[in-house]
């Protein structure tokens, strides 16, 4: 499976920007999928993620409120759908799909990941 993410950008804070994540196969649609970003010098963390149906849900608690994932399995692709930007938002976002079905937070729960989306958020 190929992820490719796209949708990133230069924004102001206050901003929104949408996130794409499409997959080579829909391979992806009985698996879960998840939204990662990696700031410069820190270590990637966990945004979000949607289960196979797109029933359940699960945030990050900087972004809960903010920011809003859902998929498309019929085009086998993920959205992360990013309003109120700030700009610690800044980051490398990555999509990436699980082993599992169900939503989780856990880096080693995902085995596929797309190459990564520049998120600039300027104040």
């Known amino acids: 499976v190929q992820l490719q993410a796209s949708g990133g950008g230069l924004v102001q804070a206050g901003g929104s920007l949408r996130l794409s994540c499409a997959a080579s196969?829909?391979?992806?649609?009985?698996?879960?999928v998840g939204w990662f970003r990696q700031a410069p010098g820190k270590e990637r963390e966990f945004v979000a993620s949607i289960s196979w149906r797109g029933s359940s849900t699960d945030y990050a608690d900087n972004v809960q409120g903010r920011f809003t994932i859902s998929r498309d399995n019929g085009k086998g692709t993920v959205y992360l759908q990013m309003d109120h930007l700030k700009p610690e938002d800044t980051a490398v976002y990555y999509c990436?799909?699980?082993?599992?079905?169900?939503?989780?937070?856990?880096?080693?729960?995902?085995?596929?990941w797309g190459q990564g989306t520049l998120v600039t958020v300027s104040s």
């Open positions: 990436a799909v699980s082993r599992f079905s169900y939503t989780g937070r856990a880096l080693a729960n995902y085995q596929y």
């Open positions: 196969k829909r391979t992806s649609s009985n698996n879960a």
